[in-house]
């Protein structure tokens, strides 16, 4: 279909029903591999204070989905080419500030332009590679890292040993320059994700270095985030050895793994490929 058609008198936006929701998660399975994030999000998403909107068509198949989770938006928008209907962003605002939008590049465009219409500008935009890996990790050019390397999974008595690196992380690949970094608000992450049991740390000499983690799950596959080496520690393959054993543990799951990488980070893109992972589309967050 085309996006004009999309706009046309048979569909409409409406607020997600406990009725559309076989319809919507139907849909979401079927293009998963592109929408980890907003899978994930959707899947996850509090039921009273995460609204999601979907076009529905008179047959009642659903086209597309905008899905507000935690102030960002994440648009699920299967080929439609402009939002004129406003009102659903409105909806958005007036519950919560959003504070970005995420997703595949184009689409994150498309709802950049409509949010405009309500007075709402971008402050910093982040490009990504999104890759996927659906199969054991590759071993070719195998990196054991640095003697006496030990992965392991933290516990929350290593909190304190783990959530230095976590700032770090915080600070290096998510805060926007405008933003305010919350040392609270990034314990209480790590904290949820240790608890989770979902991450890997790389220690060295009895000293964490190094995390990785899971960061939502969809329907068929884990998204991973949070990859961060202190910096005193890089260079030395551990990123390498702790991205490809994360990345091992997780397929032999039954899933795949999807992750998105800053286009100008080459020393992570080399990582990823260099273990399996496939560039599969274009990713962006903008932050408002």
Not at 63 to 92: H, M, Q, R, W, Y
Request: net charge positive; hydrophobic share 40%.
């Amino acid at each position: 279909m085309t996006g004009k058609k999309y706009l046309d008198e048979n569909f409409r936006w409406q607020k997600l029903k406990n009725k559309h929701i076989p319809c919507a998660e139907s849909k979401l399975r079927e293009i998963e591999n592109d929408y980890v994030s907003a899978c994930g999000r959707f899947l996850s998403r509090n039921l009273i204070n995460d609204p999601v909107w979907v076009l529905q068509n008179k047959s009642k198949d659903i086209s597309a989905l905008i899905v507000n989770s935690k102030s960002t938006l994440l648009p699920v928008l299967c080929g439609i080419k402009e939002i004129n209907d406003t009102k659903i962003l409105k909806s958005f605002i007036k519950k919560k500030k959003i504070h970005s939008v995420q997703g595949l590049t184009e689409e994150v465009k498309i709802l950049e332009k409509a949010m405009e219409k309500t007075g709402m500008i971008t402050d910093e935009i982040f490009d990504y590679h999104l890759m996927n890996l659906d199969a054991a990790p590759s071993a070719k050019n195998n990196s054991s890292g640095p003697k006496g390397l030990v992965l392991r999974t933290p516990q929350l008595t290593d909190l304190d040993a783990v959530a230095p690196l976590q700032e770090g992380y915080e600070k290096e690949e998510v805060l926007p320059r405008s933003g305010t970094f919350s040392p609270a608000a990034s314990r209480f992450n790590i904290t949820n994700i240790i608890a989770n049991g979902q991450i890997l740390a790389a220690e060295l000499n009895g000293k964490l270095v190094g995390k990785i983690n899971v960061s939502a799950v969809s329907f068929t596959r884990f998204l991973v985030g949070g990859v961060y080496v202190h910096p005193d520690f890089r260079g030395l393959g551990i990123a390498k050895r702790m991205t490809r054993e994360f990345a091992a543990s997780l397929v032999s799951q039954g899933r795949g793994v999807t992750l998105f990488v800053k286009k100008n980070n080459i020393p992570a893109q080399k990582i990823y490929t260099g273990i399996g992972f496939k560039i599969t589309g274009d990713y962006r967050i903008s932050y408002y």
